[in-house]
């Protein structure tokens, strides 16, 4: 019987026949935390008393959800995490570095990989062709110190891509599409496949956006095929050695397929509170917006800085509405600002944000105020999930983003470009 891409990666990695269904133990070639969750997994490491790391260069600790701090106890946590990584030898991605996500795309992250993190948009990493998922705090800390973990193998739903985005329309609006289409847990503990096609189509950019916001559907893990878009990726990176081809067999078994055709799709936007609430940009013309946010782990990459540089040129923000901006890593910023993206934001108004999290979380750098609605380039609108739970926030692609911090409403983008 044929295997899916979840099937063969965790057969390679544990030594088994992995089925949809059974159970295996898996080596774990990667495996972080952040530093809201972090502090928790690094202490529940110390309590059960395992004394070092499987293989601490594979170890890495983020400080980037609150970053730099925006308090005391939040330091404290810093200084912990920095103290941990110094004691056991592990990586320590500091203040400044980047979006957890992005780092290990950028650093670490290679096809058939398993890797597992504290924090659920750990499935990034899926658009590299890896088993890429989050888990609880306490199996990170078994993970850091096993170098092992157990997974029951997920059955797969197969999004079939056909077709070519047209102008105005981004990867973002793909997920966005799925998710409202199958619902916030139609792929609950399945692992999502794409392929068809359209993926030769999609940069590794669109890949990683789409990987992304798979959790958003209820997703173990988001992944594409290792082909020749990754390898393009891993050889512009320096990592072209780790590459190797990794596609489902063409007999392989699904829960279910899902047809998507790229030709049809337009804009979208999710509506306040859940990801599947989603609609047409256009549709949502008369909705006011007080802050637009581009940047975080789904639409920080330089790709979408380019994007929004292109929109904005020459224009202003509405003076009503606040227009903030995140690059995903210290390499996307120095990048951004080398091709002049920066002084563009600037001039167009922009506030520009450290390489982080920043608004996303609610923590700091963007908490909205009482009835204010956002429209934000992040890969979740809960109630209260930008720091109040009197507010609203909408999920769109940097392209609708950058059209509606001119026009001061939801805008199609297509009507700017």
Known sequence: MGKTLAEKILSQASGSDAMAGSIVVSKVDLAFVQDTTGPLALRE???????????????VLF??????????ALSVDHVFIRSFAKKYGCVLSDVG????????????????????????????????????????????AAAFALGKTWFRVPETVYVELSGCLQKGVSAKDIILHLIGHIGADGATYQALEFGGEAVRR??????????NMAIEAGAKVGLFPSDAVTHEYLKSRGREECWQEIRADDNAVYQ?????????????????????????????????????????????????MSVAATILNGKRRHPDTRLLICPASREIFTEAIEKGYMKTFIEAGALILP???????????????????????????????????????????????????????????????
């Open 97 to 140: 570095d980047g979006v957890c996500h992005q780092i290990v795309a950028e650093r670490f992250a290679c096809p058939g990989w398993v890797i597992v993190g504290a924090d659920s948009h750990t499935v990034t990493a899926g658009a590299l062709c890896c088993f890429s998922t989050g888990m609880g705090s306490s199996d990170i």
């Open 256 to 304: 279910k397929k899902i047809n998507i055709d790229l030709n049809k799709l337009q804009p979208i936007v999710s509506r306040p509170h859940t990801v599947d609430n989603i609609a047409l940009a256009k549709d949502l013309k008369d909705i006011k917006i007080d802050q637009v946010f581009i940047g975080t782990c789904t639409n920080g990459r330089i790709e979408d």
């Open 355 to 417: 390489p982080g999290c920043a608004g996303c979380l609610g923590l700091h750098q963007g908490a909205l105020g009482d009835g204010e609605k956002c429209l934000s380039t992040a890969n979740r609108n809960f109630q209260g999930r930008m720091g109040n739970v009197e507010s609203d926030i909408y999920l769109a692609s940097v392209e609708t983003a950058a059209a509606s911090a001119i026009t001061g409403y939801i805008t199609d983008p297509r009507e700017v470009l």
């Open 202 to 211: 999609l940069s590794m950019a669109d890949r990683l956006n789409i990987s």
């Open 45 to 59: 490491f110390e309590k059960l008393d395992f004394g070092k790391l499987a293989c601490p260069e594979r170890t």
């Open 63 to 72: 400080i980037d959800h609150a970053a730099p701090s925006p308090s005391r």
